[in-house]
């Protein structure tokens, strides 16, 4: 099992910046990639960035070039720095970690509440 524990969500102003962090645990070591998800209301949810094992890297058209994500090996944590923050960018972000051994297994943290006011 993989337990994933998001902070970092707020409130903020249209143009600015947020950290988001997720700490796993676990059985950890075999995992293919962790990464982010988001959902808006009325809306299903969607990729918006995600970082391989060897960290490569891929991100949603609408954020790239405004977020950036990251890890740190040592201390089992993703991170996703989210920049020039828009009002639709505004959702519940959900930590994402999958293993891929013949079939896929992905495992979710409970959300962290992001709103970016206009």
């Known amino acids: 099992q993989v337990q994933l524990v998001e902070s970092g969500g707020g409130l903020v102003q249209s143009g600015g910046s947020l950290r988001l962090s997720c700490a796993a645990s676990?059985?950890?070591?075999?995992?293919?990639?962790m990464g982010w998800y988001r959902q808006a209301p009325g809306k299903e949810r969607e990729l918006v960035a995600s970082i391989t094992r060897a960290g490569n890297t891929k991100y949603a058209a609408s954020v790239t070039g405004r977020f950036t994500i990251s890890k740190d090996n040592a201390k089992n944590t993703v991170y996703l720095e989210m920049n020039s923050l828009k009002a639709e960018d505004t959702a519940i972000y959900y930590c994402?970690?999958?293993?891929?051994?013949?079939?896929?297994?992905?495992?979710w943290g409970q959300g962290t509440q992001v709103t970016v006011s206009s």
């Open positions: 994402n970690a999958y293993r891929l051994i013949f079939i896929r297994t992905d495992y």
């Open positions: 676990g059985r950890i070591s075999d995992l293919n990639a």
